[in-house]
């Protein structure tokens, strides 16, 4: 849960409270229908205890968890009722609260409080603690109009607005079934102010489904290094970015080359290498110890070549248009090798150990693939955004934690940087010496001026390669903005797609086809109806999972 929001609880308790419980329950008159009769009921963030007394009122057994000291003494001392019924505990890290296997659970205005990247494991953790068919009643703010820059109040407490179909998406991918949604004005009756509220059941078994052995991985197996998220993120964003890149096998695992997991490894770990402040990513690694991680040593020397040549985007681009010297292909040949024998002999061998599953995946020496198992693969496609997300801040805490003086938003910024920057130059030096061009979204004549439009937008996929990058006019673009285009504008425009590709193939071939190859190996005749199409089943897979807007055209 966010610091300062918690801190300011904290702090004013008393005063909270008396608002509180002046304040009629806004869902006191939903319990009867939304829990089964007699049921233990959890309050997760219960404040001042008023819902678990209108719970204990209507004859279910309330217990509750709020993240402050101060809430849980004032929750029991104005409902006595409540007394050894309320304990500390805040999400997204909860433990199982007073033995778990609650037929209920409530979580009135707690996720609004929970930043994106922490969402994920607030849900896990909300789902240990519900029996099988158990029922999930949440509130949050379907809007706010007292809350400014990142989303906090002047007392700086943190205000998110998820959309109900975002967190529908996600409970539902954890195995959740939504049973009714309604919005309901403020219980405060303050301006500007809305609430929307959700009713799920928990329908999968638990321990069964794929997410737990994600979850399972990255919260209970032993870490030394910092592999075990590295390999989770970089399945998850080729699960839900470049699908194909996988074969599916007969006996219920997919195989992936390990080259292409070695490639986000190349991504993930050069910021964290050129860094002038020494990130370790292995116990005991030190500058001046032996114990570096497998490939510190062979990517630091390839990142030493790029100090004062654009760094890892430099390299992209001179990799991308084949314009490597012999004596840094050997150089990155060996990086490659390094980083997939670390891929192989650690987080692919030893992932699960700690699971009474056992082991998650397998390795092929033959084809040099990691074996993933089928159901494994299909969940991280529907949930590969908020398992990076979830990731990429445990990958930050266990970095703090190998070494010191080193802050968490740091490792962040780090683990993010990899396109921050929208690139349209290139493209655009390409497009302006054509003869002729035309609006890739409208057709009408670009007489001198034109944009470059991204066409998966630069904030989703922070992806800058040639296939996602097509002029368009001033107003196409802007009306376009971070929309993505409809299934019917993709086919009315297809041929102006294509015309453009090829125009970028025969241009750039080598650079076009290196990245192409984020979404598909490009086959030799008719590539450009393969590229199309996984590139719209990515785009539909994107609005699907992000719940983003789509684009008509103008």
Same mark, same amino acid.
């Given at each position: 849960?966010?610091?300062?929001?918690?801190?300011?609880?904290?702090?004013?308790?008393?005063?909270?409270?008396?608002?509180?419980?002046?304040?009629?329950?806004?869902?006191?008159?939903?319990?009867?229908?939304?829990?089964?009769?007699?049921?233990?009921?959890?309050?997760?963030?219960?404040?001042?205890?008023?819902?678990?007394?209108? *719970?204990?009122?209507?004859?279910?057994?309330?217990?509750?968890? %709020?993240?402050?000291?101060? $809430?849980?003494?004032?929750?029991?001392?104005?409902?006595?009722?409540?007394?050894?019924?309320?304990?500390?505990?805040?999400?997204?890290?909860?433990?199982?609260?007073?033995?778990?296997? @609650?037929?209920?659970?409530?979580?009135?205005?707690?996720?609004?409080?929970?930043?994106?990247?922490?969402?994920?494991?607030?849900?896990?953790?909300?789902?240990?603690?519900?029996?099988?068919?158990?029922?999930?009643?949440?509130?949050?703010?379907?809007?706010?109009?007292?809350?400014?820059?990142?989303?906090?109040?002047?007392?700086?407490? *943190?205000?998110?607005?998820?959309?109900?179909?975002?967190?529908? *998406?996600?409970?539902?991918?954890?195995?959740?079934?939504?049973?009714?949604?309604?919005?309901?004005?403020?219980?405060?009756?303050?301006?500007?102010?809305?609430?929307?509220?959700?009713? @799920?059941?928990?329908?999968?078994?638990?321990?069964?489904?794929?997410? %737990?052995?994600?979850?399972?991985?990255?919260?209970?197996?032993?870490?030394? &290094?910092?592999?075990?998220?590295?390999? @989770?993120?970089?399945?998850?964003?080729? &699960?839900?970015?470049?699908?194909?890149?996988?074969? +599916?096998?007969?006996?219920?695992?997919?195989?992936?080359?390990?080259?292409?997991?070695?490639?986000? /490894?190349?991504?993930?770990?050069?910021?964290?290498?050129?860094?002038?402040? $020494?990130?370790?990513?292995?116990?005991?690694?030190?500058?001046?110890?032996?114990?570096?991680?497998?490939?510190?040593?062979?990517?630091?020397?390839?990142?030493?070549?790029?100090?004062?040549?654009?760094?890892?985007?430099?390299?992209?681009?001179?990799?991308?248009?084949?314009?490597?010297?012999?004596?840094?292909?050997?150089?990155?040949?060996?990086?490659?090798?390094?980083?997939?024998?670390?891929?192989?002999?650690?987080?692919?061998?030893?992932?699960?150990?700690?699971?009474?599953?056992?082991?998650? @995946? %397998?390795?092929?020496?033959?084809?040099?693939?990691?074996?993933?198992?089928?159901?494994?693969?299909?969940? =991280?496609?529907?949930?590969?955004? +908020?398992?990076?997300?979830?990731?990429?801040?445990?990958?930050? !805490?266990?970095?703090?934690? =190998?070494?010191?003086?080193?802050?968490?938003?740091?490792?962040?910024?780090?683990? *993010?940087?990899?396109?921050?920057?929208?690139?349209?130059?290139?493209?655009?030096?390409?497009?302006?010496?054509?003869?002729?061009?035309?609006?890739?979204?409208?057709?009408?004549?670009?007489?001198?001026?034109?944009?470059?439009?991204?066409?998966?937008?630069?904030?989703?996929?922070?992806?800058?390669?040639?296939?996602?990058?097509?002029?368009?006019?001033?107003?196409?673009?802007?009306?376009?903005?971070?929309?993505?285009?409809?299934? %019917?504008?993709?086919?009315?425009?297809?041929?102006?797609?294509?015309?453009? /590709?090829?125009?970028?193939? #025969? =241009?750039?071939?080598?650079?076009?086809?290196? !990245?192409?190859?984020?979404?598909? &190996?490009?086959?030799?005749?008719?590539?450009?109806?393969?590229?199309?199409? #996984?590139?719209?089943?990515?785009?539909?897979?994107?609005?699907?999972?992000?719940?983003?807007?789509?684009?008509?055209?103008?």
């Amino acid at each position: 849960m966010d610091k300062p929001t918690l801190d300011y609880y904290a702090l004013h308790a008393s005063e909270v409270a008396q608002r509180y419980e002046v304040a009629p329950s806004p869902l006191a008159h939903r319990f009867a229908e939304s829990f089964s009769a007699g049921g233990r009921i959890l309050d997760i963030g219960c404040g001042s205890g008023r819902d678990l007394a209108q *719970l204990h009122k209507q004859g279910f057994q309330p217990y509750g968890v %709020d993240g402050t000291e101060e $809430f849980v003494q004032l929750a029991q001392m104005l409902h006595p009722e409540l007394k050894g019924r309320v304990v500390k505990g805040l999400l997204p890290d909860l433990p199982t609260p007073f033995g778990g296997e @609650f037929d209920g659970v409530l979580c009135c205005a707690v996720l609004m409080h929970i930043d994106s990247t922490e969402l994920f494991n607030a849900a896990l953790s909300i789902k240990r603690c519900l029996k099988v068919n158990g029922r999930l009643l949440i509130s949050v703010p379907s809007q706010r109009s007292d809350t400014g820059d990142g989303e906090r109040d002047a007392n700086g407490r *943190l205000f998110k607005t998820y959309p109900s179909a975002y967190l529908r *998406l996600i409970f539902e991918r954890l195995g959740f079934s939504l049973i009714d949604e309604w919005g309901n004005s403020d219980a405060m009756t303050r301006q500007g102010i809305e609430w929307v509220s959700l009713l @799920f059941q928990l329908k999968s078994e638990a321990n069964t489904r794929p997410i %737990d052995q994600i979850e399972g991985v990255l919260n209970h197996d032993k870490k030394t &290094a910092t592999y075990k998220f590295a390999l @989770f993120r970089a399945l998850a964003e080729i &699960a839900t970015q470049s699908p194909n890149n996988v074969k +599916w096998l007969a006996n219920g695992k997919v195989a992936l080359p390990v080259r292409y997991v070695a490639e986000k /490894w190349l991504q993930y770990y050069w910021p964290l290498i050129e860094s002038k402040v $020494f990130m370790p990513q292995i116990n005991a690694e030190a500058p001046d110890a032996d114990n570096w991680i497998k490939f510190r040593r062979s990517l630091g020397a390839l990142i030493s070549l790029y100090v004062k040549a654009g760094g890892y985007s430099g390299f992209r681009i001179e990799r991308n248009k084949g314009a490597l010297s012999a004596d840094k292909q050997k150089l990155l040949k060996q990086v490659m090798s390094d980083i997939a024998s670390a891929i192989v002999t650690g987080p692919v061998k030893y992932a699960g150990d700690a699971l009474v599953t056992g082991r998650v @995946f %397998d390795y092929d020496s033959a084809t040099k693939s990691v074996l993933i198992p089928n159901d494994l693969w299909i969940e =991280l496609s529907h949930l590969g955004y +908020w398992v990076s997300q979830a990731v990429i801040l445990q990958w930050a !805490e266990k970095t703090t934690s =190998l070494g010191k003086g080193i802050d968490v938003a740091s490792v962040v910024g780090l683990l *993010l940087d990899k396109e921050d920057v929208r690139s349209t130059d290139s493209a655009r030096k390409l497009f302006a010496n054509l003869e002729s061009i035309e609006c890739v979204w409208s057709g009408k004549p670009l007489k001198g001026k034109f944009e470059v439009d991204h066409v998966i937008p630069f904030d989703l996929w922070r992806n800058n390669d040639s296939w996602n990058l097509l002029p368009a006019s001033k107003t196409a673009n802007i009306s376009k903005s971070n929309k993505l285009p409809s299934t %019917d504008l993709l086919r009315r425009r297809k041929d102006f797609i294509l015309g453009y /590709w090829e125009v970028l193939y #025969q =241009l750039e071939n080598a650079k076009f086809r290196e !990245e192409a190859e984020t979404l598909l &190996a490009l086959p030799e005749s008719n590539w450009q109806n393969a590229l199309f199409g #996984q590139m719209s089943a990515a785009i539909e897979m994107t609005a699907l999972q992000r719940g983003v807007n789509r684009w008509a055209g103008i």
